[in-house]
């Protein structure tokens, strides 16, 4: 790229952003804790979906204190919907590294700020060139999309080592004025009009700099390859109620998916043909008079798919419960942090409880 050019592209991108970008909370404000707090939350996740939550959590914790010393149950029913609860102990974790190691100043290089936990290249760079205007890449897939359109890159953005290709091309486009429109740029253009299918291309601010546009392959681009098989998982979950109205919930491990969330009792189908009256005896200790079927779906996880079955039941007896089970009422269990597939089978059968 030559100096005319870079000046061009970057001058075209941050006019157009400072005129077109959308009013989302976390543009009014320069903190970095609060635009770490919603980098973290737009990780998977769509924009619309984001606001309520961003706005909700930061009321709950409007500072890095707020949050380090919050319960994390409670912080897990904060994020509850969002998905991906890694992240909430990651952010929660980081936070507390900030003010045990930092005095509570969010760290203003990338050097230090990607000692913290759960904190990448693109949350660093994000947080840096937004709230301290240094001039740092921030390289997401709407970033990587964009520029391997407009720069013309053929290299396989699947690819990690194809992401330092991209981190460079944005340190040479960056404007070392005001970095944080620059950045912001490039991810509301990928977002906006420079989509994955049918880009907007008559509406791009840089669409006379885009070589693809040039060449008709802005549809080709970027390469992308997948390898990625999903597991498929077939689960049965049982709501069980006791004659007095309560509810068995089960705590998941403390480690690995959807960790320490509560969930019903739910057993994997196994190749062996056992009722689910047979499995959950086994698994739970309790005898159960199962009932109708709640609801059938699928939930996708970006590694494995559910293929879920729900019934409501009627607890005959139990034994001894394992340690991580327990009985709740209905009002008990609005306030425990369950995953999306639990809230769904939770909704269905409260309205056909009411």
């Not at 000046?7 to 903190?31: C, G, I």
């Not at 590294?97 to 050097?111: F, W």
């Not at 681009?221 to 049965?236: A, D, G, R």
């Not at 959950?280 to 879920?308: A, C, N, P, V």
């Amino acid at each position: 790229m030559n100096d005319l050019y870079k000046k061009q592209v970057s001058n075209a991108l941050v006019s157009w952003f400072e005129e077109e970008k959308r009013d989302l909370p976390w543009r009014k404000t320069k903190d970095p804790y609060k635009i770490w707090v919603s980098e973290v939350m737009l990780q998977q996740t769509k924009v619309d979906t984001v606001i309520p939550y961003y706005e909700r959590f930061l009321t709950k914790y409007p500072s890095l204190e707020s949050l380090a010393n919050a319960e994390e149950e409670e912080l897990l029913k904060e994020w509850e919907g969002l998905g991906y609860y890694s992240r909430a102990r990651n952010l929660q974790a980081g936070v507390k590294e900030v003010i045990e190691e930092y005095h509570g100043v969010v760290p203003s290089t990338r050097k230090e700020i990607s000692t913290l936990k759960g904190v990448g290249p693109y949350t660093a760079g994000a947080v840096l060139s937004i709230a301290y205007g240094v001039p740092e890449h921030a390289v997401d897939g709407n970033v990587m999309r964009v520029l391997s359109r407009l720069l013309l890159i053929k290299e396989d953005i699947a690819k990690p080592k194809s992401k330092k290709i991209f981190e460079e091309a944005v340190m040479e486009l960056i404007d070392e004025e005001n970095p944080s429109s620059l950045n912001q740029g490039l991810m509301e253009l990928g977002a906006l009009i420079c989509t994955p299918t049918k880009p907007k291309c008559l509406l791009c601010p840089v669409r006379e700099f885009c070589t693809a546009f040039f060449e008709g392959m802005q549809e080709e681009l970027p390469i992308k390859t997948s390898n990625k098989k999903t597991k498929l998982h077939k689960m049965k979950a049982v709501v069980i109620e006791t004659k007095d109205g309560k509810i068995l919930l089960e705590k998941r491990p403390s480690k690995g998916l959807l960790a320490s969330m509560w969930q019903f009792p739910m057993v994997e189908l196994p190749t062996t043909s056992h009722t689910i009256e047979e499995l959950i005896e086994h698994d739970y200790q309790i005898r159960i008079e199962k009932g109708k079927e709640i609801i059938t779906f699928k939930h996708i996880f970006s590694h494995l798919t559910w293929e879920m079955e729900s019934y409501e039941a009627r607890l005959k007896d139990d034994m001894e419960l394992p340690i991580n089970c327990k009985w709740f009422t209905r009002e008990e269990i609005v306030n425990q942090p369950m995953p999306v597939p639990v809230l769904k089978i939770w909704n269905a059968w409260k309205e056909r409880n009411l």
